[in-house]
C-alpha cells in the first residue's frame, strides 16, 4: 500500500506594500510630547543624553544630587524640568516621581544613567566602596525602575534604558575595578529579566553598553597621553567615542523604532567587544 505524503500548507505571500505611502521612517525615533527621565544629568553623558532627548521632542526630567547643574542645563533645554535627586533615597525616589506626575504627567522613557566607579585593586577596595558603587550603579537601577516601571505597566506602554557598560560583559582586566564591573554585569541581567517579565504587558527594558567614551568621568584617563594609548591599543577603531555616537542607539531604545527589542544589551563600543 501507498502512503501518501502530505505536503505542509504553504502561506501565501504577503502583498506588496506601496512604499510611497509608508511613514516617514525617520519619525519612529522622535518623542514628541513623551515624558523622559535622565539619572546622573548634571554632566556628562547623562547631560548629554538629556540634550538628545529633548531635541527628539520629550520633555525631560533631569535629576541628580548636584542643584545648580540641573538648573543650568534645565535653562537650555524648553520645557525641560531639574529635580534633585539621590538615587539611593527610597523617600527621594518616590518624591521625584509624585513631582513629574504633578508637574508634567505619566513618565514615558527612563534612562537609568547615574553611576559610580573606583579604579582600585581588589585586595585594597574595601567593602563599604564596593556597596557604595553597587548601591548606585545597580540597586538604585532597580528600585526606580520599579517605582517607575509600576506606572508603566497600568499604562501598558513604556521605555525603560538602563546605561551599563562593556564591563558589564567582559571584566576590566588591567583597570581593575571590580564593583565596577559587578554591578554592571547586574545591570545586564537586571535588564534582561525585567525585560522578560514585563514584555507581554507592554513596557520594554534594554541596556545600552558604551565602551570608551569622552565624559567628565573618563577625562583622567583620556586627557594623559597614557591612558589614551592604552584605550586606542585595545579598540579596533584606535579611538574612544565621541558622546554624539551614541545619540542613535539611545534614540531607538527609548522611542518606537525598537518596538519589538527588548532584554537586549547594545554595545557601542568602536568593537572593544570584538577582540
Not at 27 to 55: E, K, N, P, Q, Y
Not at 148 to 161: F, K, P, Q
Not at 206 to 222: Q, R, V
Request: proline fraction near 6%; include cysteine.
Amino acid at each position: 500500500m501507498t502512503t501518501a505524503i502530505q505536503t505542509p500548507t504553504q502561506t501565501p505571500p504577503r502583498p506588496a506594500r506601496d512604499t510611497a505611502a509608508l511613514p516617514d521612517p525617520t519619525a519612529m525615533f522622535r518623542l514628541d510630547g513623551r515624558v523622559a527621565v535622565v539619572t546622573g544629568a548634571s554632566s556628562g553623558i547623562g547631560a548629554h543624553f538629556a540634550r538628545v532627548l529633548s531635541a527628539a521632542g520629550a520633555r525631560v526630567v533631569l535629576t541628580a544630587r548636584r542643584e545648580e547643574p540641573l538648573r543650568l542645563l534645565s535653562e537650555e533645554l524648553p520645557g525641560s524640568l531639574p529635580v534633585v535627586c539621590d538615587v539611593t533615597r527610597a523617600d527621594q525616589r518616590e518624591q521625584l516621581v509624585r513631582t513629574v506626575a504633578e508637574q508634567l504627567g505619566p513618565i514615558d522613557v527612563l534612562v537609568n544613567n547615574a553611576g559610580l566607579s573606583e579604579v582600585v585593586p581588589a585586595e585594597r577596595q574595601s567593602p563599604e566602596s564596593f556597596d557604595a558603587i553597587v548601591s548606585v550603579n545597580l540597586s538604585a537601577v532597580f528600585a526606580l525602575s520599579s517605582v517607575i516601571g509600576a506606572g508603566m505597566l497600568e499604562r501598558g506602554r513604556g521605555s525603560i534604558v538602563n546605561v551599563a557598560s562593556v564591563y558589564g560583559m567582559v571584566g576590566s582586566g588591567s583597570l581593575p575595578q571590580a564593583a565596577y564591573a559587578a554591578s554592571k554585569g547586574g545591570v545586564v541581567n537586571l535588564t534582561r529579566d525585567l525585560a522578560a517579565q514585563w514584555a507581554h504587558r507592554g513596557v520594554r527594558v534594554n541596556s545600552l553598553c558604551p565602551g570608551w567614551f569622552w565624559s567628565e568621568m573618563t577625562a583622567d584617563m583620556l586627557e594623559n597621553d597614557k591612558g589614551r594609548s592604552w584605550v586606542e591599543r585595545r579598540t579596533p577603531m584606535r579611538r574612544a567615542g565621541e558622546l554624539y555616537e551614541l545619540d542613535g542607539a539611545l534614540l531607538f531604545l527609548a522611542g518606537d523604532a525598537s518596538s519589538y527589542v527588548t532584554g537586549s544589551a547594545i554595545p557601542v563600543d568602536g568593537g572593544y567587544l570584538s577582540i
